[in-house]
């Protein structure tokens, strides 16, 4: 009850206060190239129900009748040049502050997968689905520690870490830690964006090594 009523607050705070860049990086999509400015995408959610996430558009229209379900990569040619600015600030994120205020996602769990990419991971990755025991979140431990590239079954134990330690205070140093990241524009750097959580905990360890902790 206490983490919904922090979604709920946070996010209803972050619309109003966030409607100006709204205005702004609508028009600057829409000038760029004239395609739609939100992109709409089923994802799986807590219970492995189904929700439309909801962000601003960083990929040139019609990104995924042309390539399909692959994940962004680094200089990935499908970005556009605002894409790239809202990227790496994760400000094409805002429009997600809509689906937490609704409670399809809290501000801290696993992201949210496509459900088209859960049907592969689910068929490659035993216990996939283990990860949506919780309801899914805008931030969590494997974007802190991990990027995009990131093989699935690491960012699963990254998820399953959070799943065994999740807490109230944890939830809090992990949305401090992100508005640090966003701040600095550091959301698409291909390592940890932080070595240490608030609080002196160290990165979990690699997936090449033993099962990653976050042990203080």
């Known amino acids: 009850m206490l983490k919904r009523l922090f979604d709920i607050s946070l996010s209803g705070v972050g619309l109003i206060l966030s409607s100006p860049l709204?205005?702004?990086?609508?028009?600057?999509?829409?000038?760029?190239?004239?395609?739609?400015?939100?992109y709409r995408q089923p994802r799986v959610g807590k219970g492995c129900r189904e929700f439309q996430s909801v962000k601003f558009r960083s990929m040139v229209a019609d990104s995924d009748a042309k390539w399909g379900a692959v994940?962004?990569?680094?200089?990935?040619?499908?970005?556009?040049r605002v894409g790239r600015i809202m990227r790496a600030t994760?400000?094409?994120?805002?429009?997600?502050?809509?689906n937490i205020f609704r409670g399809d996602m809290s501000f801290v769990g696993p992201r949210p997968e496509w459900t088209e990419l859960v049907?592969?991971?689910?068929?490659?990755?035993?216990?996939?689905?283990?990860?949506?025991?919780?309801?899914?979140?805008?931030?969590?431990?494997?974007q802190i520690y991990g990027h995009s590239e990131l093989p699935r079954r690491q960012k699963l134990r990254y998820d399953l870490i959070y799943i065994e330690r999740q807490s109230f205070w944890l939830d809090v140093r992990l949305v401090i830690v992100s508005?640090?990241?966003?701040?600095?524009?550091?959301?698409?750097?291909?390592?940890?964006?932080?070595?240490?959580?608030?609080?002196?905990?160290?990165?979990?360890?690699?997936?090449?090594g033993d099962q990653p902790t976050l042990s203080s």
């Open 22 to 38: 709204w205005a702004a990086f609508a028009i600057a999509i829409k000038l760029e190239d004239g395609g739609p400015v939100f």
């Open 119 to 142: 049907k592969k991971f689910r068929q490659e990755i035993p216990g996939f689905d283990r990860r949506h025991a919780v309801t899914p979140g805008l931030t969590g431990i494997a």
């Open 90 to 98: 994760a400000m094409d994120e805002l429009p997600q502050l809509w």
């Open 179 to 208: 508005f640090l990241v966003t701040f600095t524009g550091k959301w698409e750097d291909r390592s940890a964006k932080f070595p240490r959580l608030l609080g002196g905990r160290r990165a979990p360890r690699s997936v090449t």
């Open 71 to 80: 994940p962004a990569q680094e200089r990935d040619p499908r970005i556009t």
